[in-house]
């Protein structure tokens, strides 16, 4: 037997012999790293925090299905980031989250609290606005805090008809009252209501002693609402209250984002409206 064929044997079983060292090196390497991978998951700290569960606007009330926990590592928590569901229920965001977006001390406001705090809804180019609760809607108690609204308003003003400056005798024309009826502010959302009290008459049947009737909770009435809006609009509104114009409240669907494009109504609209001129 040559020695060329004993040379090509000797290379073949060179080749095997590092193809299993290097598969048994592969082997070892996964091992190594199969081990190091639980060690390093439970060397990450974590913590629960609080995230919302839906998109949410400024001036919504989180309810308890607006919120859940979610587990991320602490370094990924900010400092005031809330920890507990319980802290965030009943309260209302100062800013509009995201879906998933945590939750932070400083998004929330308490409406329940000692200082009233009515800033939460405010952006700094709004103003708070109180706005009297005198029309039909308001005394039966039908608008409530976050409902959209409109506002009617109906006044006065001294009008001049276009192309006359003088009468039949040649005296100057005189400005005009006219009444007008028009859609002052649409899509304004309730911000706070002001409540009064009503007390009860000291000669009311009290309930019997033992009885188990809950007692009746006091009734309110509406004086005012408080509407977050721009200085512009909140002046057009004063303009209006201080002329003593006729307001009236109209209630939109809560999802409405329609913008109406609307008549001034006046005399001469309603004539032409119904067909009075026509009339004998």
Do not use: C, W
């Amino acid at each position: 037997m040559s020695n060329k064929p004993k040379t090509v044997i000797i290379v073949i079983v060179g080749l095997i012999l590092v193809a299993v060292g290097v598969f048994a090196s592969v082997l070892l390497l996964q091992r190594l790293q199969a081990n190091k991978a639980p060690a390093a998951a439970e060397d990450t700290v974590k913590t629960s925090v609080v995230v919302v569960t839906r998109d949410m606007l400024l001036g919504d009330a989180i309810t308890g299905t607006d919120v859940t926990l979610l587990s991320v590592p602490v370094e990924l928590a900010p400092r005031d980031a809330i920890l507990t569901v319980e802290e965030t229920v009943g309260k209302i965001i100062k800013t509009d989250l995201v879906q998933g977006e945590m939750v932070l001390k400083h998004n929330l406001a308490d409406p329940t609290n000692n200082n009233k705090d009515l800033s939460f809804i405010l952006s700094e180019d709004h103003v708070l606005f109180a706005f009297p609760a005198d029309d039909l809607m308001s005394r039966e108690g039908i608008v409530q805090r976050g409902d959209i609204i409109d506002i009617f308003a109906t006044f006065q003003e001294k009008v001049k008809k276009l192309g006359e400056t003088t009468t039949t005798t040649g005296a100057p024309v005189e400005p005009e009252m006219r009444t007008f009826t028009v859609d002052t502010m649409q899509k304004i959302s309730v911000t706070a209501m002001v409540l009064e009290v009503i007390q009860q008459e000291n000669n009311a049947n009290p309930l019997p002693t033992g009885s188990d009737q809950p007692a009746s909770a006091p009734q309110t009435r509406t004086r005012a609402y408080l509407l977050a809006l721009s200085p512009q609009d909140a002046l057009i509104l004063k303009h209006l209250k201080d002329t003593e114009a006729i307001f009236d409240i109209v209630l939109r669907a809560p999802t409405s984002t329609v913008q109406f494009d609307l008549t001034p109504v006046t005399v001469d609209y309603i004539i032409e409206y119904y067909g009075l001129e026509i009339l004998p």
